[in-house]
């Protein structure tokens, strides 16, 4: 097995969004979401298709508590990039997923990994799924042992696009958005993987994401979901 992040790196453990999420957001958004064929169950955070790099040492198996609580803001959020002003659904959809498929385990521990993560999520609880976008990062002994080995890695985006059913249920009644302003969005991308000995190697990604752009603010995250609709 690789030493990296399992499967979708930042994308794989995701339990998906909570039945109380699927209502709040399914209820504002209701000829948004549930247009696309039962969105919340069927979107994902793991890539639907990947490359396999090298071999490199073999790595534990394990992930986060679904329940975890954010660590606190004191902790920093170390090589985590802070949120960018971006007022655009697909334009900081695609700076999420960016900052989903990086990581520096040289730097940053697991709870400044988090603490990054969820200065990009929306303030707003009730549309706020922190368990999907905390529930995308190893356990704690996971996370070490990628450290001893040095683990990090980058991701370059190739693009982003609302999912046909989304545009088309939005065309069918734009007014469903406009109390959440909640907007799925797809993402595509390559992650690159490094290790300790030279090693690594690079995986195609694609996740959907739920993004929060209310008029004249900028845009924040809502939620990762459990698997890709393209």
């Given at each position: 097995m690789?030493?990296?992040?399992p499967?979708?790196?930042l994308s794989?453990y995701?339990s998906?969004?909570?039945?109380n999420?699927?209502?709040?957001?399914g209820?504002t958004?209701v000829a948004?979401?549930?247009?696309?064929a039962g969105v919340v169950?069927?979107?994902t955070?793991?890539?639907?298709?990947q490359?396999t790099?090298?071999?490199?040492?073999?790595?534990p198996?394990?992930?986060?508590s679904?329940s975890?609580?954010?660590?606190k803001p004191s902790?920093g959020?170390?090589?985590?990039?802070?949120?960018?002003q971006?007022?655009?659904?697909?334009?900081y959809a695609?700076?999420a997923?960016?900052?989903?498929w990086?990581?520096?385990?040289r730097d940053?521990s697991?709870d400044?990994q988090?603490?990054?993560?969820?200065?990009?999520m929306?303030?707003?609880t009730k549309?706020?799924?922190w368990?999907?976008?905390?529930?995308q990062?190893?356990d704690?002994v996971l996370?070490?042992r990628?450290?001893d080995?040095?683990q990090?890695?980058?991701?370059?985006?190739?693009e982003g696009?609302?999912?046909?059913?989304f545009?088309?249920a939005?065309?069918?009644?734009?007014?469903a958005?406009?109390?959440?302003y909640?907007?799925?969005?797809t993402v595509n991308?390559?992650?690159t993987?490094s290790?300790?000995?030279?090693g690594?190697?690079a995986?195609?990604?694609?996740?959907t994401?739920?993004?929060?752009?209310?008029?004249n603010?900028d845009?924040?995250l809502?939620?990762?979901?459990?698997?890709?609709?393209?």
């Open positions: 690789r030493k990296r992040f499967s979708s790196s794989s995701g998906g969004w909570s039945t999420q699927r209502i709040a957001i209820a958004v948004v979401l549930l247009a696309l169950a069927l979107l955070g793991g890539g639907n298709s490359q790099p090298d071999a490199a040492p073999p790595a198996t394990g992930g986060p679904h975890e609580a954010a660590p902790s959020s170390g090589s985590v990039p802070k949120p960018p971006i007022a655009e659904p697909v334009a695609k700076a997923a960016q900052m989903l990086s990581y520096d385990t940053t697991r400044q988090l603490a990054g993560m969820r200065a990009w929306t303030t707003e549309y706020a799924d368990t999907s976008v905390a529930g990062v190893p704690a996370w070490s990628m450290a080995q040095d990090h890695a980058t991701a370059h985006i190739t696009h609302y999912p046909g059913a545009k088309q939005l065309a069918e009644d734009p007014s958005i406009t109390e959440a909640i907007y799925v969005v991308g390559k992650q993987l290790w300790k000995k030279g690594g190697g995986e195609e990604r694609a996740v994401l739920a993004v929060q752009c209310r008029p603010h845009c924040t809502a939620a990762i979901a459990p698997s890709v609709t393209q």
